[in-house]
């Protein structure tokens, strides 16, 4: 009896809500049986179990409200578009996104709404890119085709100064959170970051930045304790990992789907 409601919850919630992952907790979500029908039905893309499904996972509700509801802690990510998420100048990938982006932006982001922010250097474009990949995002600022003018021909670099703007007006927005930072070793991200790191001390966890052309990159950016430089999204998921902003589950989560792609 309970395997056969347990079955028929998962299908008229996978219906009404449309959603092809689903979490588990509680004692009866260590119910194998029952987990093994809902797998066998091929309802779900994703099914996660809490490990500590039964009372002992009261402990990890009351340490989320508290971080939560009285902390008031949550995470925004901050991240580049071009050379970062989509392989705008990287002929050595096909597609619309880096592998293993999506699966990397949806770990770090804590909520189903998407704390994701889009600090781009391109003047307009980029919605249809993130739509494109299926990437649910907060917020887009742009730079201005002036800035691209001028660092092309060599001036004083504008990019960087729009970037740490727009990046500074986001942060001022959300008082609360803290801040992962992504982004490439192209046009401005490491130096943009490395002002926020040090105008936001306590709040950036990492800032990431993508070896893409291997540009050589500020040397307090490569001193700092905060700062990730990843070749993929692997080595990216395991300095997180490593750093403890992400779990082990999570990492394996990242890598598998840079293997089935």
């Given amino acids: 009896v309970t395997e056969e409601v347990v079955l ?3 299908k008229n919630i996978a219906k009404e809500y449309n959603v092809e992952n689903l979490c588990m907790a509680g004692g009866v979500a260590l119910n194998c049986v029952a987990n093994g029908k809902v ?3 091929n309802i779900f893309k994703n099914i996660w179990i809490q490990p500590a499904a039964g009372d002992a996972g009261g402990s990890l509700g009351a340490a989320l409200a508290y971080w939560h509801q009285e902390l008031k802690k949550e995470r925004i990510i901050i991240s580049d578009l071009d050379n970062t998420i989509k392989p705008t100048n990287d002929p050595s990938i096909d597609g619309y996104v880096y592998p293993g982006t999506v699966k990397l932006l949806n770990t ?9 922010h889009i600090v781009t250097a391109r003047p307009f474009g980029a919605r249809n890119s993130l739509n494109s990949a299926s ?4 917020s887009i600022s742009y730079g201005n085709i002036f800035g691209i003018t001028a660092w092309l021909l060599g001036f004083h670099n504008p990019i960087k100064d729009r970037k740490v703007e727009n990046i500074r007006r986001i942060m001022d927005q959300n008082t609360k959170s803290s801040v992962v930072l992504i982004g490439d070793d192209g046009q401005a991200d ?3 970051y490395l002002q926020i790191m040090q105008e ?3 709040r950036v966890e990492a800032a990431l930045i993508h070896n893409v052309i291997g540009r050589k990159l500020p040397e307090a950016f490569y001193a700092s304790t905060n700062s990730i430089i990843y070749n993929d999204f692997e080595d990216a998921a395991e300095t997180l990992y490593s750093r403890g902003i992400i779990n082990k589950m999570e990492t394996e989560n990242i890598i598998n789907s840079l293997r089935n792609q």
Avoid: H, S, V, W
């Fill in 200 to 202: 936001y001390p306590e």
């Fill in 190 to 192: 490491a130096g943009a």
């Fill in 108 to 116: 770090l982001d804590q909520k189903t709404t998407g704390d994701i």
């Fill in 39 to 41: 797998l066998k039905e």
């Fill in 135 to 138: 990437i649910q995002y907060n």
């Fill in 8 to 10: 028929r919850l998962t």
